[in-house]
């Protein structure tokens, strides 16, 4: 069984599957990967302490958004459950930390990208919340995590490089990058092809353009769950998806 590595992927708002520039590049990101035996999703929009693991029996959809054109409400995702990868995890987790199983589905940041990388929905998925957002902490829980991939399990943190929603002022798909976001999203580029996992954990005292780029943390923080579920936090990322979408990063990447 091929070892899979894990990804970190900003996965917009629903209205992305739409785009057909993100639609090739994470296609084309997704084609150069084994094929998972199942997948592991950390998104932005599930926090909760302890850890939490999603429906397992099977994958209801939850539609965490507003204001949109009702066809985004009636996307289906229905995805094999994952029993087996749950209880994987629970054994991986120490004994004085509890994990908690609960029917909540899949939010918008785990089923709008696989709805694009596994449109057959024929892979066992499982959501698992983010109990912490500080970095070193996931870095630790990516690290319990990382032998899954040797089992073939496909680890994705998903969020958005730059998320300063409450700061756009052009809302159009192509609108020109904002100087924070460009700023934001060139320092996180450079600090992940040398590996700089140190600086990246300090990006809100250290990165150019916050706190516009994140005025809060939960769509950075998944980035350090995929970081350290990596063979090496310190290896030079390969990040095949970059530009903006809206004016935010998209930049996406993938670790061994």
Avoid: C
Wanted: glycine content about 8%; charged content about 20%.
């Amino acid at each position: 069984m091929s070892t899979l590595p894990a990804l970190f992927i900003s996965h917009g708002a629903p209205p992305l599957v739409d785009n057909p520039t993100w639609v090739a590049q994470l296609k084309e990101m997704t084609a150069g990967l084994p094929r998972p035996k199942a997948i592991l999703m950390a998104s932005a929009h599930w926090e909760s302490a302890p850890l939490m693991l999603g429906a397992t029996e099977s994958v209801p959809l939850v539609y965490d958004f507003g204001g949109f054109p009702q066809k985004y409400y009636e996307t289906r995702y229905s995805a094999p459950g994952a029993p087996e990868l749950a209880a994987r995890i629970e054994k991986l987790m120490p004994d004085n930390e509890h994990v908690v199983r609960t029917t909540r589905g899949l939010d918008h940041g785990a089923y709008v990208p696989l709805t694009v990388m596994y449109p057959d929905a024929d892979i066992p998925v499982l959501q698992m919340s983010l109990p912490t957002l500080e970095p070193d902490r996931l870095l630790e829980l990516g690290r319990r995590l990382a032998p899954l991939r040797d089992e073939g399990v496909l680890i994705v943190g998903s969020g958005f490089t730059t998320h300063g929603l409450p700061f756009l002022r052009d809302w159009r798909e192509d609108a020109k990058a904002p100087g924070w976001s460009r700023e934001f999203d060139a320092w996180t580029a450079e600090l992940l092809a040398r590996g700089a996992v140190d600086e990246l954990a300090s990006f809100r005292d250290k990165a150019p353009g916050m706190p516009y780029a994140h005025p809060t943390i939960e769509h950075f923080a998944p980035m350090f769950l995929t970081l350290g579920a990596s063979s090496d936090p310190e290896q030079s990322a390969d990040q095949p998806i970059d530009g903006f979408w809206m004016g935010l990063s998209k930049r996406s990447f993938v670790v061994r």
